[in-house]
C-alpha cells in the first residue's frame, strides 16, 4: 500500500506506518492470535463506508441512508451462516459486535444479572479474561466459576459436570485462547443440559479449522457460539454472535434468545456499528469457503504438529505434550526460563511467541511459559521444512544460548523467501 496522502500531510505518522510494515515484514510472527489481512479486507477498511452511522439492525435504522448498508449487513449475516453450513431456520447470526470482548459481554448481560453465575476455563489452564477472570468485567459483575485441567493439560470433564452440579451456573463457556487440544463441544452440551445451562462456546482462535473441517463443530451442541473475525478466519478485527433459534433451554424458559442479544449488543452495550467491517466480515466469509482458505487451515494444522515435534525432540516440553489445533504451549521450567525473558530473547531475534501462563502458575504478568501458533507464518507459504527451521532458531536462543543478533540475520533471510505480500 501506498499512502500517498497520508504521506505528504503526516510524515511521522507514515513513517511510522511504514516501518512496523517492514517490521511485519523481517518477522516470524508465532503469535495464534494474529493473522495476514488479504488486501479486499484493507480496501474495505479502508473505504468511505466507514462514513456513515447505522444504528440499529437491517430495516430498523436510527438514521436514514442505510439502504446499502442493510444489503451489506444482510450479505454477512447470509455468508456467516453459509460458512458453517448453518439454515436461517435455525440459527441467527450478529455481526455488530466490535469485538470478542464486547461481544462475549454482550451475551452475559443478555441473559444474566449482576451477581449470577458463569462457568467457565481459569486462566492458568487456556480461558480468556472474558470467561469470567476476576480482573475483568465477566469476573466482576458476575459470580465466576472456573474449571481448570488435569496434571496433564486436559479438560476433565467430569470435574467440570462436579462443579456444574453444585454451583448451577447460568451460563457454561467452552472455548480457550491457549489450550492446544480439541474441545468436546458434545460432551460440554450434556453438562449444560444436565444443569440447565446455556451452553456458550467461544471459537475465536479456531473458527477457520472448525470451517475446515479441522476441528469438532459446536453448532449441533450451542445455544451461543461467539468468534471473532481476525484470527484463523484472516478478517478484519470484528466478532459474530450465532444465535440458536431452537435452543431447547431458551424454549423452556419461554425467551427469545435471538432478540434478547440482539438487543444487548445494541442499544445495550454499543452505539453505531463498523460499517466498514461488517462489510470486511462479509468478504472473509466468501473466502472462507474458497479452495486457497481451506487448504492454508490444513497447513496451519500440518505446520503446528510439525513444529511441535521438532520442539519436542530439541528438548522443550509442551502443555498437553503436544497439539491437536494451530498452537502450542511451552514449559519452560526445565529450563529456569521465564515466559517474560523467553519472549524477549525471541523477539531480539525478530521471532515473536508471546508470554503465557501455563497450569500452576499464579502470575499472569510474568508466567512459566510462552504460546506459539502457526497461523501467521502458514499464510506466508512457509511449510513443514520451514517449521523445522523455526524449531532450530528457538533451540539455539532458549537452549543454547546464542546471540540473537546472528540468529536475526537467518530470520531476516528466512522471511525474504516468503515476502509479506497482502494480496495472497
Same mark, same amino acid.
Given at each position: 500500500?501506498?499512502?500517498?496522502?497520508?504521506?505528504?500531510?503526516?510524515?511521522?505518522?507514515?513513517?511510522?506506518?511504514?516501518?512496523?510494515?517492514?517490521?511485519?515484514?523481517?518477522?516470524?510472527?508465532? $503469535?495464534?492470535?494474529?493473522?495476514?489481512?488479504?488486501?479486499?479486507?484493507?480496501?474495505?477498511?479502508? &473505504?468511505?463506508?466507514?462514513?456513515?452511522?447505522?444504528?440499529?439492525?437491517?430495516?430498523?435504522?436510527?438514521?436514514?441512508?442505510?439502504?446499502?448498508?442493510?444489503?451489506?449487513?444482510?450479505?454477512?449475516?447470509?455468508?456467516?451462516?453459509?460458512?458453517?453450513?448453518?439454515?436461517?431456520?435455525?440459527?441467527?447470526?450478529?455481526?455488530?459486535?466490535?469485538?470478542?470482548?464486547?461481544?462475549?459481554?454482550?451475551?452475559?448481560?443478555?441473559?444474566?444479572?449482576?451477581?449470577?453465575?458463569?462457568?467457565?476455563?481459569?486462566?492458568?489452564?487456556?480461558?480468556?479474561?472474558?470467561?469470567?477472570?476476576?480482573?475483568?468485567?465477566?469476573?466482576?459483575?458476575?459470580?465466576?466459576?472456573?474449571?481448570?485441567?488435569?496434571?496433564?493439560?486436559?479438560?476433565?470433564?467430569?470435574?467440570?459436570?462436579?462443579?456444574?452440579?453444585?454451583?448451577?451456573?447460568?451460563?457454561?463457556?467452552?472455548?480457550?485462547?491457549?489450550?492446544?487440544?480439541?474441545?468436546?463441544?458434545?460432551?460440554?452440551?450434556?453438562?449444560?443440559?444436565?444443569?440447565?445451562?446455556?451452553?456458550?462456546?467461544?471459537?475465536?482462535?479456531?473458527?477457520?479449522?472448525?470451517?475446515?473441517?479441522?476441528?469438532?463443530?459446536?453448532?449441533?451442541?450451542?445455544?451461543?457460539?461467539?468468534?471473532?473475525?481476525?484470527?484463523?478466519?484472516?478478517?478484519?478485527?470484528?466478532?459474530?454472535?450465532? $444465535?440458536?433459534?431452537?435452543?431447547?433451554?431458551?424454549?423452556?424458559?419461554?425467551?427469545?434468545?435471538?432478540?434478547?442479544?440482539?438487543?444487548?449488543?445494541?442499544?445495550?452495550?454499543?452505539?453505531?456499528?463498523?460499517?466498514?467491517?461488517?462489510?470486511?466480515?462479509?468478504?472473509?466469509?466468501?473466502?472462507?469457503?474458497?479452495?486457497?482458505?481451506?487448504?492454508?487451515?490444513?497447513?496451519?494444522?500440518?505446520?503446528?504438529?510439525?513444529? &511441535?515435534?521438532?520442539?519436542?525432540?530439541?528438548?522443550?516440553?509442551?502443555?498437553?505434550?503436544?497439539?491437536?489445533?494451530?498452537?502450542?504451549?511451552?514449559?519452560?521450567?526445565?529450563?529456569?526460563?521465564?515466559?517474560?525473558?523467553?519472549?524477549?530473547?525471541?523477539?531480539?531475534?525478530?521471532?515473536?511467541?508471546?508470554?503465557?501462563?501455563?497450569?500452576?502458575?499464579?502470575?499472569?504478568?510474568?508466567?512459566?511459559?510462552?504460546? $506459539?501458533?502457526?497461523?501467521?507464518?502458514?499464510?506466508?507459504?512457509?511449510?513443514?521444512?520451514?517449521?523445522?527451521? $523455526?524449531?532450530? !532458531?528457538?533451540?539455539?536462543?532458549?537452549?543454547?544460548?546464542?546471540?540473537?543478533?546472528?540468529?536475526?540475520?537467518?530470520?531476516?533471510?528466512?522471511?525474504?523467501? !516468503?515476502?509479506?505480500?497482502?494480496?495472497?
Amino acid at each position: 500500500m501506498s499512502f500517498n496522502h497520508l504521506k505528504k500531510s503526516d510524515p511521522a505518522l507514515y513513517s511510522l506506518v511504514k516501518k512496523e510494515i517492514l517490521r511485519q515484514a523481517e518477522t516470524i510472527d508465532l $503469535i495464534p492470535s494474529e493473522s495476514i489481512a488479504p488486501l479486499e479486507v484493507l480496501e474495505l477498511l479502508g &473505504s468511505p463506508l466507514t462514513n456513515k452511522y447505522s444504528e440499529g439492525y437491517p430495516g430498523k435504522r436510527y438514521y436514514p441512508g442505510n439502504i446499502y448498508y442493510d444489503e451489506i449487513e444482510e450479505l454477512a449475516q447470509k455468508r456467516a451462516l453459509e460458512a458453517f453450513g448453518l439454515k436461517e431456520s435455525s440459527f441467527a447470526v450478529n455481526v455488530q459486535p466490535y469485538s470478542g470482548s464486547p461481544a462475549n459481554l454482550a451475551i452475559y448481560f443478555a441473559l444474566l444479572k449482576p451477581g449470577d453465575k458463569i462457568l467457565g476455563m481459569d486462566l492458568a489452564s487456556g480461558g480468556h479474561l472474558t470467561h469470567g477472570a476476576p480482573v475483568n468485567l465477566s469476573g466482576k459483575i458476575f459470580h465466576s466459576l472456573s474449571y481448570s485441567v488435569n496434571t496433564d493439560g486436559l479438560i476433565d470433564y467430569d470435574k467440570v459436570e462436579k462443579i456444574a452440579l453444585k454451583y448451577r451456573p447460568k451460563i457454561i463457556v467452552c472455548g480457550a485462547t491457549s489450550y492446544p487440544r480439541k474441545i468436546d463441544f458434545q460432551k460440554f452440551s450434556f453438562i449444560a443440559k444436565k444443569t440447565n445451562a446455556f451452553l456458550m462456546a467461544d471459537i475465536s482462535h479456531i473458527i477457520g479449522l472448525i470451517i475446515a473441517k479441522k476441528h469438532p463443530s459446536p453448532f449441533p451442541y450451542a445455544d451461543i457460539v461467539m468468534s471473532t473475525t481476525h484470527k484463523t478466519l484472516q478478517g478484519p478485527r470484528g466478532a459474530v454472535i450465532f $444465535i440458536n433459534k431452537k435452543s431447547q433451554l431458551a424454549k423452556k424458559m419461554k425467551i427469545n434468545l435471538e432478540e434478547m442479544i440482539n438487543k444487548s449488543v445494541f442499544p445495550g452495550c454499543q452505539g453505531g456499528p463498523h460499517n466498514n467491517v461488517i462489510a470486511a466480515i462479509a468478504y472473509s466469509f466468501k473466502r472462507a469457503k474458497t479452495k486457497e482458505f481451506l487448504s492454508y487451515q490444513n497447513q496451519i494444522v500440518k505446520n503446528a504438529k510439525v513444529l &511441535s515435534l521438532a520442539l519436542k525432540k530439541k528438548g522443550f516440553q509442551l502443555v498437553t505434550n503436544g497439539t491437536d489445533n494451530h498452537l502450542m504451549v511451552v514449559n519452560l521450567k526445565n529450563l529456569n526460563l521465564s515466559g517474560k525473558e523467553a519472549e524477549k530473547i525471541l523477539e531480539q531475534a525478530n521471532i515473536l511467541a508471546n508470554r503465557n501462563v501455563i497450569p500452576g502458575d499464579l502470575k499472569a504478568f510474568n508466567p512459566s511459559g510462552i504460546r $506459539i501458533g502457526t497461523p501467521f507464518v502458514s499464510f506466508r507459504g512457509m511449510k513443514e521444512k520451514e517449521m523445522e527451521l $523455526i524449531a532450530d !532458531f528457538i533451540d539455539r536462543l532458549l537452549i543454547k544460548k546464542e546471540n540473537p543478533w546472528t540468529i536475526k540475520k537467518e530470520v531476516k533471510k528466512l522471511t525474504k523467501q !516468503f515476502p509479506l505480500t497482502i494480496n495472497n
